[in-house]
C-alpha cells in the first residue's frame, strides 16, 4: 500500500491547506496513538519555533489524549533532541512539529520510534489506515494527561556535549553560529560556549514568523560576510529544526555536507573507530566518491532523504553518512541526523590536527554541478518515454563526462533535476534544457493527485 500523507521526512505542507489543518493533525494524533501506543503510555512531542507550532501541538495533545495515550511536552527543541529525549525518557515514540528549511508558512510532523529513530515504511502506513476509521475517544477515566518536561534544552544540550571528546575542548576558537532563528536558537551558544569557544550568535531571535528567513543552512551569505567581518575562525549553520549543519571557513568559504562528510569520516578512519562503508546518497558530487576512493575509503549511495541514508547504514554496518544538503548522520554518537552533534564532531578533528577546515576538506574536489527546482502539478510519470528520451538527450550531451538524476521530492512539489559533469558551462547548458524539457513533458501530461 502507497502513502497518501508520509512523504521522505515526514507530513509537511502549507498552514491551512491540505493535511496541515488543525483537524487533520488531531485525527493524525489519535490514530498515530493507536498504531503507536496500543497498550497505552507516553509520546514526546517538541516543535521548532515557528507561529503554528501552538496551533499544531494542542491539536497533537487532544488526538493523543482522545487515544489514552500521555503526552510529554518538550516545548521548543532541535528535532535531534526529541529523538534522544524520547529515548531517555523510555517514552513510546517522538513526535517534531516542523517543516525544517521551509519558511514559517509550512509546517509538518516527523515521528521518531521509541528507540530515536524514523518510522519503518510499514508503520507510517498503519497510521494512515488507522486515519481512515472512524474517530473514537477512550472512555472517560482513561484519557492520557500532558505534562511538560522541565529542562529539556539543558537535558539537550549536555547530551552534546557528552559527544565530544572529553579530553578535548573549544578554547581559543572564535565561532559564529547562525541557528536560522529556529529550534537550536538555545542549545547551539550553550553547548559551543559551555566547550570553551567564543561564539556570536546571529539567527538567535525566532518571532514565529522569521524562522529560516534569509538565514540558516540554506542562506548562508549573512554568516559568510559576518565571519570575514568578524574575523572569526569559522562560522556554523543549522536549519530551523536543527539537524543540518553547514560551516563556513575564515575566509567566507562555504563548506556543504558532502565536506563535513569527508573530514567526520577521515577522523573516524584515522583513530580506527570509523566501520562499514561511507554512506552518502545519489546527490552527492563525484568529487567525494572520488576522494574516499582515493583513500581506501569505501563510498556507497542511497536514495535521498536521510531515513535511506540511515537505512544503508544499518544494513552495511556503517556509522558515518549524511547529504550534501548538510543531513550528517554519526551512528556511534547519535540515532539520526544531528546538527550540533556533526558540527562538534568536525571541530574535534580540527582541535585534534591543528589545521582549519580548508586544509581537512581540501582533497574533496567537487565536479560542477547544478540542480534546478521545476515546479509540477499533480504526480508526474518520470518513467515516461518523453521523460526518458529528454534524459537520453541530457546524457549524450555530457559526452559520458558527467551524470544525471531526475527525482520528485518528497516534501515540495518540484522534480528535481541534477546535471554533474567536469566542464561547468556545459553542466550549466544541459541542465537548463533538459529542466525546461521536463517542465513542459511534466505540466501537459502531470497525473492527478
Given amino acids: 500500500m502507497g502513502r497518501k500523507y508520509f512523504g521522505t521526512d515526514g507530513i509537511r505542507g502549507r498552514v491551512g491547506d491540505g493535511p496541515m489543518q488543525a483537524d487533520f493533525v488531531l485525527k493524525l494524533g489519535r490514530a498515530a496513538g493507536r498504531v503507536l501506543c496500543p497498550n497505552g503510555g507516553t509520546v514526546a512531542v517538541g516543535k521548532d519555533t515557528r507561529i503554528s507550532g501552538y496551533l499544531f501541538e494542542a491539536a497533537l495533545e487532544a488526538g493523543f489524549a482522545s487515544a489514552g495515550v500521555n503526552i510529554l511536552m518538550l516545548g521548543p527543541v532541535p528535532t535531534p533532541a526529541i529523538a534522544y529525549l524520547t529515548q531517555a525518557q523510555r517514552a513510546a515514540a517522538g513526535v517534531v512539529i516542523s517543516a525544517s528549511h521551509n519558511s514559517f508558512e509550512d509546517n509538518g510532523l516527523k515521528f521518531f520510534s521509541a528507540h530515536g529513530t524514523k518510522l519503518d515504511d510499514e508503520i507510517e502506513e498503519a497510521i494512515e489506515a488507522e486515519l481512515e476509521k472512524p474517530f473514537t475517544t477512550v472512555a472517560p477515566h482513561k484519557l492520557g494527561r500532558a505534562r511538560r518536561l522541565d529542562d529539556a534544552i539543558g537535558r539537550y544540550v549536555e547530551f552534546c556535549k557528552g559527544t565530544f571528546d572529553e579530553s578535548l575542548d573549544l578554547r581559543g576558537l572564535n565561532v559564529v553560529l547562525d541557528c536560522a532563528n529556529g529550534a537550536t536558537y538555545k542549545a547551539a551558544p550553550q553547548v559551543f560556549t559551555e566547550l570553551g569557544a567564543t561564539v556570536y550568535c546571529i539567527g538567535c531571535q525566532p518571532d514565529g514568523l522569521n524562522i529560516n528567513l534569509e538565514s540558516g543552512s540554506t542562506h548562508t551569505g549573512t ?227
Fill in 223 to 449: 554568516l559568510q560576510r559576518i565571519v570575514v567581518e568578524r574575523g572569526a575562525d569559522l562560522g556554523i549553520a543549522f536549519d530551523g529544526d536543527g539537524d543540518r549543519v553547514m560551516m563556513v571557513g575564515p575566509d567566507g568559504k562555504l563548506f556543504d555536507g558532502d565536506d563535513l562528510l569527508y573530514v567526520i569520516a577521515v577522523d573516524h578512519a584515522g583513530r580506527g573507530v570509523l566501520t562499514g562503508p561511507v554512506v552518502g546518497t545519489v546527490m552527492s558530487n563525484l568529487g567525494l566518491e572520488r576522494a574516499f576512493r582515493s583513500l581506501d575509503i569505501a563510498f556507497e549511495r542511497a536514495a535521498v532523504g536521510d531515513r535511506y541514508v540511515l537505512q544503508k547504514l544499518k544494513e552495511s554496518g556503517g556509522n558515518i553518512g549524511g547529504e550534501s544538503s548538510g543531513h550528517l548522520i554519526c551512528l556511534d554518537r547519535a540515532t539520526t541526523g544531528d546538527g550540533i552533534v556533526a558540527a562538534l564532531q568536525v571541530l574535534q578533528a580540527v582541535v585534534v590536527t591543528g589545521k582549519p577546515l580548508g586544509e581537512l576538506a581540501a582533497p574533496v574536489v567537487k565536479l560542477p554541478q547544478l540542480m534546478i527546482n521545476v515546479r509540477v502539478a499533480g504526480k508526474p510519470d518520470l518513467g515516461a518515454k518523453p521523460v526518458r528520451d529528454a534524459v537520453a538527450l541530457a546524457e549524450r550531451s555530457l559526452g559520458g563526462r558527467g551524470r544525471v538524476l531526475l527525482r520528485p521530492s518528497g516534501t515540495e512539489p518540484v522534480v528535481r533535476v541534477m546535471c554533474e559533469g567536469e566542464l561547468e558551462d556545459e553542466v550549466d547548458r544541459v541542465c537548463r534544457a533538459l529542466a525546461a524539457d521536463i517542465e513542459q513533458v511534466c505540466t501537459a501530461n502531470a497525473a492527478p493527485v
